[in-house]
């Protein structure tokens, strides 16, 4: 007998693929009769019999999944992925599936490689993380991967390393977008640019620069960066570094940030007082959307931390139940252009993304 495709369950019960979906996964409101029905269909295929099988064999022993992130308070970014990821958790705690929770706090090296030998010791049936790229942090993910545990990389990827997906923004194009942007705001040349960025040894803080760099290079228009500054976490240094550097680049009419927090940058820009270019960032709509309505901040690139982290509990929990490997793509978020006219608007949240809103 073929196996049956969701599509074709949810054609024969008469109901939408989301539905069957719903029933499958036991989330949502599904009435008795509905599921009742998908239920029976499913059981005379060898496919979603193996499927709904697993879930109950899932519901009998516990299934531990890592999770190696920010710590929730470290700011509202980090907030939003614990959001996403505490909202899957709760919708498949009756298979029995346990989050494992590993705050990152000091994000460096040494600390997320001393969080990874300790979990190498766990019987782990999962690992979702938010890694650094370096290759000694590669080299503990793929020992993960090799014991045959399913690795997810939220937010940053590490491209070389051995995993189940990536769930996280497309950075590179990001970064075109920011450059594409600019470049529509800017009338005068020269463009000189001042890079206030995150961690060097974080992909998404190269990739985003990357992009930036290589729309800019086809850019008709003259341009120069003045400086890349690299900051850390905390809000203090962001603060000093960004006004040291505004004070060596007297000439920068354009600040691009990309730090944990934008606030300390903009207030580096009210101290250093002689600034009139263009200000722009990449950041979620609940932390951007005020500053760009209150003229701090002419635009910014949005992004989708709550759904990031969602997404990231959602692939390792399809992986358990035996759906095949997620494409690459699947799993890609796509920046929007945040200005005065739609930055008011409410942020991607449980609500509407588990609506089927955008990503």
Not at 102 to 112: A, G, N
Not at 146 to 163: E, N
Not at 181 to 208: A, N, W, Y
Not at 226 to 241: M, S
Request: contains cysteine; glycine residues 8%; aromatic residues 8%.
């Amino acid at each position: 007998m073929a196996k049956l495709t969701i599509k074709q369950i949810a054609a024969q019960a008469g109901v939408s693929i989301g539905t069957v979906d719903r029933v499958l996964h036991k989330r949502g409101r599904v009435s008795k009769e509905t599921e009742a029905l998908v239920l029976e269909i499913c059981r005379k295929n060898d496919y979603a019999q193996n499927i709904v099988g697993k879930a109950m064999a899932m519901q009998r022993r516990a299934r531990t999944v890592a999770v190696v992130v920010r710590a929730q308070d470290m700011n509202s970014f980090a907030a939003q992925i614990y959001e996403g990821l505490r909202t899957i958790e709760a919708e498949i705690r009756d298979y029995n599936i346990v989050f494992q929770y590993r705050d990152i706090v000091q994000w460096t090296v040494e600390e997320q490689l001393e969080i990874l030998r300790s979990l190498a010791q766990e019987d782990l049936d999962g690992l979702i993380i938010y890694p650094m790229d370096t290759p000694a942090v590669h080299q503990a993910l793929d020992g993960f991967a090799q014991r045959g545990v399913p690795v997810v990389l939220c937010t940053a990827d590490v491209p070389a390393a051995k995993k189940l997906c990536f769930v996280g923004q497309d950075h590179y194009q990001d970064g075109r977008l920011m450059a594409n942007v600019l470049t529509k705001f800017f009338r005068s040349e020269p463009l000189e640019i001042l890079v206030c960025t995150g961690s060097m040894q974080i992909s998404s803080h190269r990739d985003r620069i990357d992009g930036f760099l290589s729309y800019l290079g086809e850019w008709r228009g003259r341009y120069r960066i003045c400086a890349v500054k690299e900051t850390a976490q905390d809000r203090e240094q962001i603060y000093q570094t960004t006004l040291e550097a505004l004070m060596a680049c007297p000439q920068a009419n354009a600040l691009y940030i990309n730090t944990a927090e934008p606030e300390p940058c903009l207030e580096a820009l009210e101290t250093y007082g002689q600034f009139d270019g263009i200000r722009f960032c990449f950041g979620h709509r609940r932390k951007t959307g005020p500053l760009i309505r209150l003229g701090k901040l002419d635009f910014a690139i949005g992004e989708s931390p709550f759904a990031q982290g969602y997404r990231s509990g959602e692939a390792i929990f399809r992986h358990l139940l035996g759906y095949d490997r997620p494409a690459a793509e699947q799993f890609v978020f796509h920046g929007e252009i945040l200005l005065e006219e739609n930055s008011w608007q409410a942020p991607l949240n449980d609500q509407n993304f588990l609506r089927g809103g955008s990503k």
